[in-house]
């Protein structure tokens, strides 16, 4: 199982990005996608994840500027990052775990993608 993210970039304060990260290989079932941020000389933290029939979390400090979603025809799980702000600077990561055709549980990261807000 392998996972493509995209869509950092530079944007404004005020601005807005969508981050998407695409799973593929061979899913059987994805349990948890979800994304995390590394902003600079801190470690890695959450940002907000779609547990399976379950429920939806975010950090406090993104609750009602991100939203995140997922396309399970694609497995496929999106950011949408709006009211950007200098602090969310950083590179996000998607996550993703389940179970592959074989049965065997995976718990993969993406590549990371760059998110800068600046004016």
């Known amino acids: 199982v392998q996972l493509q993210a995209s869509g950092g970039g530079l944007v404004q304060p005020g601005g807005s990005l969508r981050l998407s990260c695409a799973a593929s290989g061979s899913i059987s079932s994805i349990a948890v996608m979800g994304w995390y941020r590394q902003p600079p000389g801190k470690q890695r933290e959450l940002v907000a994840t779609i547990i399976t029939g379950v429920s939806i979390n975010y950090a406090d400090a993104v609750k009602g500027r991100f939203t995140i979603s997922r396309d399970n025809t694609k497995n496929t799980v999106y950011l949408q990052m709006n009211s950007l702000k200098p602090e969310d600077t950083a590179v996000y990561y998607c996550?993703?775990?389940?179970?592959?055709?074989?049965?065997?549980?995976?718990?993969?990261w993406g590549q990371g993608t760059q998110v800068t807000v600046s004016s």
């Open positions: 996550n993703v775990a389940g179970y592959d055709s074989g049965r065997r549980y995976f718990n993969r």
